[in-house]
């Protein structure tokens, strides 16, 4: 029996040795964890730009890491910190992640860096603000960089419109609504809102805001989810599967509202401009490209407007990196937002390259000069304005999935009486932070 | 010669200890010490606000527990339904998945042509990976482009909100599960029959015995500690499989199709939340543990009346 | 023989007919999926095939992930957990089921928590434990907290109180030690009991996902289940169906013919010795 047991130890042993690939001991290896989010090879492209850099960088490598979608990222680098683990040095996490790891002492402002390089200011105002908007606190510090941004933007076929009569895109809600009654047929949807699927905050976030009044204050402490503003959003949303009849009652499914208008199911979808890329490439018809239909509060500016999205460059260190470590850290974080890499990745993958220069710089030059498409994504930057983000960011965002999902489906008839049940909890949430 | 018997006499005293061991260990590890953890953590709340990190976490006794109960509570509701949930997602895989097994473990008994094929048929979902699994049928399901709806509409029927009407959801997460766990089932019962001699199928119908009573009286009698071993695994396996619903609507709307586990998931990450994530998680074990519990007594019972 | 048992097999037949072919339904349009225009959805046109039979999904998905590797490392996944399995479970059963000792049924309900706490919800403590041991991203890091397995020691014990006594007795006064009566009187008399132990780890670990995905960063170690994860999560461009059922196809195609080589095999090596 003991042979047994010996046996075991040894078997064991053996297996430990097959251990991951290790690095040069010389470099300082930083740690990247990435999620992906397209149908990129997210891993190739990665690679391809930790080579590119350690050639300029000698010294420095890169070691990119795949952590599964957005939620799987943020889980799995917080599970690693609070098990003792060390973490990621750079990682791309949503923009609206800030707090959930700033109130951990996780991540250290990108303020000090860009204060102690050479012409940071011009570094920084090359990004376009609205895209800053999450990154900043209440205090005015840049704690995160943007890297692959989107906002959501109003996808049409422009055949179908033709076809109804129509030569240009709805620019308010009366006219979306006018239109896309004409496009609906019995096997084909007038307008897809994708409210469902666990995450409707973000599209509805554009209606309360095109309403007049976004769910969220400069400060994280600030949270309106009971204004009349925000209830008659809702209740817009909710009448397009319901009297106006032009989508699916409930909303649409987040992942085949693209699928459906590429198939022509659909004559027009609000989805991220993060798809574009595909759209243009997967369409057998014209597809056109607009500014989210402005709301009751007007069309000067104000009632247009949607949040933006996507992942930011998070810098994670508790004080005990060395200089050169933070060194190497930032020239990879100033390397990754380079005009030059964001223009790649920008017409790689169809996110909006977050730096105004980017936009000169070859080959998002001359793709935007042959789709003209990208720009309109990049000119609605002008009225978009913060995505949701708060203390206690996840469960107050799970506290308004579930309501609106809850008005949405019909289950909460009262969609004002179930939204003040909810600022009730927000509140009692953001009471500790007040 | 004395030192010998000595030797081994010590030999014999420490030798059980020295076999249990390792799964000792590992459990202790791995399983015991966290929960014991869970015990003492679900007692606590998490200090909230600025700088939280820092402080220490306040001593509330019960409260976590009163919270995850309270309807009206951030987290009550979201609990209760998951827990509602958990509970019919368990019980219907244990009602259905089982006794479907067994059926086509009864069917899949018999020479017949083809029978390689449909073996393949029912048992092929259980060499998917469930995720990959779930991701099939969130294709099936999906409510303008999926296979369910296109075969209805073809009947001219209207088609259904699969993943996102909330009476539906859990039903089809339901469907998923049965289907990815019935031919995994069906294995165990087909080993089960084949065990049966052929001769007392005979004997019994010699004596008059029509296909139905034979059943009754014969196969299920015999297979009865198959059936048992079956039904812990499924009511086990029930409450820990919950990855499925990363591809099936994640356990919406508004949690009308959340597990308890997933629920549990959702809320590891964020500091204020880990007393009821210790709650809940509690709770999951003392289900599981009066089931498994339950079942181990029947077990035991079984063997003894041999 | 009788009409009624003609009728009875008929209606077996159509049962089992129809049940087969709703079960294969969801393969045979993942097939059909995987070889259409990835913008063909199967709502538009024919049911079964698109505009033309394309291969090309099953290229993009290939370049996805590192297929051969992850599959490697699935295989030495579970079967690195089950070989060791086997040993840690056999030691503790014969113990369980054939030796007295102080503490035993107090240590019996301790090993048998674990199957009443599903490991699961014990992430974060569990990756504390492997990081504590130094063994983060590691191999060792994805198995070792399954090689202690209650159900199987239970599974195990039962089958060995079942072997007559008579029979250890036997082989001591052959001269047999310990080693030898575990392995020819109890493990050649327990088959079955293995074979539904292995069968049930084997497809447990297969499936599992949560665990390797945090407890690993290195590509050169994570299995299957990691690698298929990239093609599900495109949340920002919406499903990529076409792509997903051709990823889907080529990870369990070693699998399917696997188990059409030996499905007759399986199931009566199974059955021979018995399952109960």
Not at chain 1, 313 to 341: C, R
Not at chain 3, 60 to 87: C, E
Not at chain 3, 182 to 206: E, K, Q
């Amino acid at each position: 029996m003991i042979a047994i047991c010996q046996r075991t130890l040894v078997l064991s042993l053996l297996l430990s040795l097959f251990i991951g690939a290790a690095y040069a001991q010389d470099d300082i290896v930083i740690d990247f964890y990435f999620p992906s989010a397209t149908a990129n090879d997210a891993e190739g492209i990665f690679q391809r730009y930790a080579d590119r850099f350690h050639e300029e960088n000698p010294g420095i490598s890169v070691n990119p890491v795949f952590t599964g979608s957005y939620t799987d990222t943020r889980n799995t680098i917080l599970t690693e910190l609070q098990g003792g683990g060390a973490g990621p040095d750079v990682a791309v996490m949503l923009s609206i992640d800030l707090y959930s790891f700033a109130e951990e002492g996780y991540i250290t402002p990108a303020q000090a860096f860009i204060d102690a390089m050479d012409g940071g200011e011009a570094y920084a105002s090359d990004f376009f603000p609205a895209l800053m908007a999450n990154s900043t606190d209440a205090d005015g510090n840049i704690w995160s960089i943007p890297f692959q941004r989107s906002t959501p933007i109003l996808y049409y076929n422009a055949d179908l419109l033709a076809e109804a009569g129509y030569d240009s895109p709805p620019t308010n809600n009366a006219e979306l609504v006018e239109i896309a009654q004409a496009l609906t047929t019995d096997d084909r949807h007038g307008l897809l809102v994708p409210v469902a699927g666990g995450f409707p905050i973000w599209m509805y976030q554009s209606f309360a805001i095109a309403f007049g009044h976004n769910i969220v204050g400069d400060d994280p402490a600030e949270v309106y989810f009971n204004t009349p503003e925000a209830v008659a959003a809702v209740e817009f949303v909710r009448s397009l599967g319901t009297d106006l009849g032009v989508g699916p009652a409930g909303g649409a499914a987040w992942g085949d509202t693209p699928v459906a208008f590429l198939a022509g199911q659909a004559g027009m979808i609000y989805h991220t401009t993060g798809n574009l890329t595909r759209i243009l490439s997967g369409a057998d018809f014209e597809v056109g490209v607009w500014y989210l239909p402005s709301g009751p509060a007007g069309e000067d500016g104000t009632g247009y407007g949607s949040p933006t999205g996507g992942g930011n460059l998070y810098i994670f260190d508790d004080g005990s990196k060395s200089q050169a470590e933070l060194d190497a850290i930032w020239k990879w974080v100033t390397f990754l937002s380079s005009p030059a890499i964001q223009a790649d990745w920008g017409a790689t993958t169809g996110y909006i390259a977050a730096n105004a220069s980017a936009w000169e710089t070859e080959p998002l030059a001359s793709l935007s000069m042959e789709h003209p498409q990208y720009l309109v994504a990049r000119d609605q930057l002008q009225h978009a304005d913060k995505e949701f983000s708060s203390y206690g960011t996840i469960t107050i965002q799970g506290i308004i999935n579930g309501t609106l999902e809850s008005i949405l489906t019909g289950e909460s008839a009262d969609a004002q009486a179930a939204m003040d049940a909810a600022q009730a909890q927000i509140d009692g949430i953001l009471a500790d932070y007040r | 010669m004395i030192a010998g018997a000595w030797r081994h006499r010590l030999t014999a005293r420490v030798l059980p200890y020295l076999l249990i061991a390792p799964t000792l260990v590992l459990v202790l590890m791995f399983n015991v010490l966290p929960a014991v953890n869970t015990v003492n953590d679900s007692l606590y709340k998490p200090a909230r606000g600025l700088n939280a990190a820092g402080k220490p976490p306040q001593f509330v006794r019960l409260q976590n527990f009163a919270d995850i109960l309270d309807d009206s509570h951030y987290m009550g509701q979201r609990f209760l339904r998951s827990f509602r949930n958990t509970l019919i997602f368990a019980l219907a895989t244990v009602l259905v998945a089982v006794p479907l097994g067994l059926l086509l473990a009864l069917l899949l008994n018999r020479p017949q042509q083809l029978l390689g094929v449909w073996r393949f048929a029912v048992f092929y979902p259980a060499l998917l990976p469930l995720i990959g699994a779930a991701s099939i049928w969130s294709f099936i399901f999906s409510d303008s482009i999926g296979l369910a709806n296109a075969v209805l509409r073809s009947l001219g029927q209207p088609g259904l909100n699969w993943l996102g009407d909330r009476n539906l959801v859990l039903l089809s997460v339901i469907i998923v599960n049965i289907w990815k766990q019935a031919g995994y089932f069906m294995i165990f019962f087909l080993a089960g029959l084949q065990n049966i001699a052929r001769e007392l199928y005979e004997a019994a119908a010699l004596d008059g015995a029509g296909g139905f009573q034979q059943f009754l009286w014969l196969t299920l009698p015999l297979l009865r500690r198959t059936l048992l071993f079956v039904s812990v695994i499924s009511f086990t396996f029930a409450f820990q499989t919950v990855e499925q619903l990363q591809a099936l609507g994640e356990g919406g709307p508004a949690d009308s199709a959340n597990l308890l586990l997933y629920l549990i998931f959702q809320n590891i990450a964020e500091r204020r939340n880990w007393g009821y994530v210790n709650a809940m998680t509690l709770v999951l074990i003392a289900v599981v543990l009066t089931f498994t519990l339950g079942n181990f007594l029947l077990f035991e019972r079984s063997e003894n009346d041999r | 023989m009788t009409r009624k048992s003609g009728v009875a097999q008929a209606v077996a037949t159509v049962l089992t007919a129809t049940i087969g072919l709703v079960f294969l339904l969801p393969l045979v349009f993942t097939i059909l999926v995987s070889i259409r225009p990835e913008n063909e959805p199967v709502t538009q046109g024919s049911i079964f095939f698109g505009s033309e039979i394309t291969l090309s999904l099953y290229q993009h998905a290939l370049n996805i992930a590192p297929w051969g590797l992850h599959y490697f490392n699935s295989i030495i996944f579970v079967g690195g957990t089950l070989l060791v399995q086997l040993f840690t479970v056999t030691c503790a059963a014969y113990a369980f089921a054939r030796l007295r000792f102080w503490g035993r049924n107090l240590l019996l309900v301790v090993i048998l928590l674990q199957l009443m706490i599903p490991s699961g919800v014990l992430l974060v403590q569990n990756f504390r434990m492997i990081n504590l041991l130094g063994l983060f991203d590691t191999r060792l890091a994805l198995m070792l907290p399954y090689w202690g397995s209650a159900f199987g020691m239970l599974l195990l014990r039962q089958a060995f109180r079942e072997v007559p006594i008579e029979l250890e007795e036997a082989a001591r006064i052959d001269g047999a030690n310990l080693l030898q009566v575990i392995r020819h009187v109890y493990v050649v008399n327990a088959i079955p009991a293995y074979v539904a132990f292995a069968l049930v780890s084997l497809s447990s670990h297969w499936n599992e996902f949560l665990w390797p995905f945090i407890i690993t960063r290195s590509e050169e170690i994570r299995p299957l289940t990691v690698g298929l994860n990239k093609l599900i999560k495109t949340t920002d461009q919406g499903a990529f169906y076409g792509q997903l059922m051709a990823g889907t196809i080529i990870v369990i195609t070693p699998l399917v013919i696997l188990f059409l080589l030996f499905q007759r095999q399986f199931v009566e090596s199974f059955a021979r010795s018995g399952i109960r």
